[in-house]
Every structure is written in C-alpha cells, then in structure tokens.
C-alpha cells in the first residue's frame, strides 16, 4: 500500500466468501478502471471465527500480494458485520469511503455510480436502494417491515431500504460518526448518524440478486438485534 492519501476507499466485506473473494476483487479493479478511479485503496475484511475452516482469510492475503492497493485485514473475530465494518472505515484513508457486501448480491458497477454523486459536493453520503429483489418473500417482508417501523421511529429521515449497500459517504462526514454497532443494526446506525448531523442524503436504485452459494447471515436473532436497537437508538435520540 502507498503511503499517499486515496481519493477512494473501497471496503469489501468478504467474510465467508473464500475463493468468490478473488473473483469480486477483480470485478471491483475492473469496475474503479471503467470509471477512471485510479487513485484508490481496496479494504479486503476478512475477519473470522476462530476454530472454523473459514478459507477466505488466506484467499484475501494472497489478493493483497498482487497490489499494493490492495489492503487485508484478517483478524479472529470480535464481533459481527458490525464489527468488520468498522474495522474497515477506521482502516479506510480516502477523501471517499465506499462500504459493499462482497457476495455479489449488488452490481459492483454500483459503487462507480454512487462516487459520481457524491464527487460533486451535493451530498455527504450517497446509498442504494433495491428496487427489484431476487432473494425471497421472506427476505422482502423483513425487510419491508423493518423498514417501515424505521420510518415510523425516525420520521425525519428521507431514505429508503435502510440496510441496503453499498454506502459512500465523505471522510468528513464519516469522521463526524460515533459507531459502535458490532452486529447488522450497522448500517441503521449510519443513517441514524446522518440524520442527527443533518447531512445530506443522495439516493440512486439498484438490483438484489439471488445468492445460491451459500445460505443468508440474517437470522431470526439478527432480526431481533434490528428491533430492538431501533427502540434503543430512538429513546437515546430523544434524551440527546
């Protein structure tokens, strides 16, 4: 890795992914060239559960061999996406920070469009958010309801599919952030923090594919997690 400051910060986060972690990085270098982004850093988290057969930690430090803007962090885990998302924002260098989940679920293509508007000053974050799904009913109506109770709660706030990725947000903006989430609330928290700094929000649609090479994180406890941290996040809004 170069010691001068990126213009992009790209974190993937690529736990359980193993040999796919290859393949979405050479997308992801594909994608930054198409849209002229050479000036880049690529955050490969690859955080595991210590005693698994997780493989995905040692496809990650070979990638990082091959470029040295191609940064890894390996580590025996303390936490959930939450935590591996942190980890890779406090990793992060650049004037921009992109976050993406690294199953292929969303079109990498997505993150040279999200930089597009955010490079133009009119925003402090700018996110998806997913207009046709391919991952099930189920899916569709947690999602569906858990976004809608997020309206309910925090009115304000002029965004759509709360948990969608990727995210970009400005090295200001993040800066301003005191995240502390280690589970899936993470990417509610993000936009709860937005809205108590009044930041500008941009939003653009995206596709949901289905993901056939492994089963979803997201368990009823996760679920749960989401509920109750929204009660959480709303009554502490409210005393601050």
Known sequence: MTDATPVLSLVILCYRSEDFAAEFTAQALEMLQEYGIEDFELILVANYLEGSEDRTPGVVRALATTDPRICCLAEPKKGMMGWDLRAG????????????????????????????????????????????????????????????????????????????????????????????????????EIMIEALRHSMKIGEIPTEFRRLDRRSSFVSVGAIFEFLTNLLRFRFRELFR
Do not use: H
């Open 89 to 188: 924002l406090q990793s992060s260098r650049g004037r921009y920070i992109a976050i993406i989940d690294g199953d292929g679920q969303v079109p990498i293509d997505d993150v040279g469009r999200l930089f597009e508007f955010i490079v133009t000053g009119e925003f402090d974050l700018v996110k998806t958010y997913r207009t046709t799904r391919a991952d099930g009913w189920k899916r569709v109506l947690l999602s569906t309801a858990y976004n809608a109770i997020f309206r309910t709660l925090f009115p304000s706030l002029r965004a759509r599919d709360i948990n969608a990725k990727p995210k970009i947000l400005s090295r200001a903006a993040y800066e301003k952030m005191d995240l502390s989430s280690d589970g899936w609330f993470v990417d509610a």
